[in-house]
T-cell receptor
Framework: DAGVTQTPRHEVAEKGQTIILKCEPV?????LFWYRQTKIQGLELLSY????????DGGAFKDRFKAEMLNSSFSTLKIQPTEPKDSAVYLC????????????FGEGSRLIVV | GQQVQQSPASLVLQEGENAELQCNFS?????MQWFYQRPGGSLVSLFY???GTKHSGRLTSTTVIKERRSSLHISSSQTTDSGTYLC????????????FGKGTKFSLIP
């Protein structure tokens, strides 16, 4: 079975651009998470979907970050407009629905905003 | 305050030594998961451990709920164990999200 697939793996953007990151969860998984990882803050939750419905979002990220899940096998994370402080690794993860199940991560999308 | 605290932040040992990594949490617990991340790589689940002790090869995870702590023990560490180890807490009430610690960066001296 394929794991979590994220594209692009690397992205360099100019300040003010719009960036769309993509994620395909493990087939059959109901829960999907977007995290941002930086050396200083560690992993921070951006969005959490269950069965395509947005369950939680990271309050601090609402204004320029928007995650969507239009079908059960594909999710996008849009950052608009990008700022240099958005430079980080963006990780997508999925799991079979419900607490206590193993979380599977993608390889991440490394974003650099200049 | 931070719900999940990991210690130490970094650890350097010689190959063959045992390592003990700690995770302390301040909220009720539904589950604790441990992950491993190679530099530049993704996170791989090591243990799902809501309570008690679990073993996997040279790794042992112990979660003691009433003491609000979970530990990861690496015995006879090898250079391939180098990387970052993260614990993630799933709260007992409310959210189903996982809240991560900031990780322990583990390095081995050959």
């Amino acid at each position: 079975d394929a794991g979590v697939t994220q594209t692009p793996r690397h992205e360099v953007a100019e300040k003010g651009q719009t960036i769309i990151l993509k994620c395909e969860p493990v087939s059959g998984h109901n829960d999907l998470f977007w995290y941002r990882q930086t050396k200083i803050q560690g992993l921070e939750l951006l969005s959490y979907f269950r069965s395509k419905s947005l369950m939680e979002d990271g309050g601090a990220f609402k204004d320029r970050f928007k995650a969507e899940m239009l079908n059960s096998s594909f999710s996008t994370l849009k950052i608009q407009p990008t700022e240099p402080k958005d430079s980080a690794v963006y990780l997508c993860a999925s799991r079979t629905g419900g607490a206590g199940n193993t979380l599977y991560f993608g390889e991440g999308s490394r974003l650099i905003v200049v | 305050g931070q719900q999940v605290q990991q210690s130490p932040a970094s650890l350097v040992l010689q190959e063959g030594e045992n390592a003990e990594l700690q995770c302390n949490f301040s909220t009720s617990l539904n589950s604790m998961q441990w992950f491993y991340q190679r530099p530049g790589g993704s996170l791989v689940s090591l243990f799902y451990n809501p309570s008690g002790t679990k073993h996997s090869g040279r790794l042992t995870s112990t979660t003691v709920i009433k003491e609000r702590r979970s530990s990861l023990h690496i015995s006879s560490s090898q250079t391939t164990d180098s990387g970052t180890y993260l614990c993630a807490l799933e709260p007992g009430t409310g959210s189903n999200r996982l809240t991560f610690g900031k990780g322990t960066k583990f390095s081995l001296i050959p």
